[in-house]
């Protein structure tokens, strides 16, 4: 009897510790960890939380309207695909996806895409 109150005393004790760990706080430190963020904050319906992801330029550039817009297109699961946008002195774009992770401690290069002129509005600077 003795033995079973200290085995349960010991798995309370594991039990409490274990639960009263600190939990990792995503942070907006990687590209990642920034888009996560953005879809945790439409799918909790935190506009302003949304809003300080943003650099203090581009604050205004989602309004409340385009918000809700992305919550109503917003699903439980969401994949992010690693693009890099090269953009050369003539005006010509390439956007080249990267591996999700590393591979064999780099990223390596998925696919290679030339921009079509009609796209290239979507990636310009419209300052």
Known sequence: MKYMSVSLLLLLSIFLLSSCQRKTVLKPDTPE????????????????NLKQLFTDEGKNTISLDTFNKIRKISTPGASFINYQ???????????????????????????????????KKVFMDNK
């Open 33 to 48: 960890n920034t888009v996560w963020l953005f879809k945790r904050s439409v799918d909790d319906g935190k506009y302003d």
């Open 85 to 119: 946008l090269l953009t050369f002195t003539n005006g010509e774009m390439v956007l080249v996806r990267l591996s999700p992770n590393k591979i064999n401690g780099e990223y390596k290069i998925e696919d290679v895409i030339i921009v079509p002129k009609e796209a």
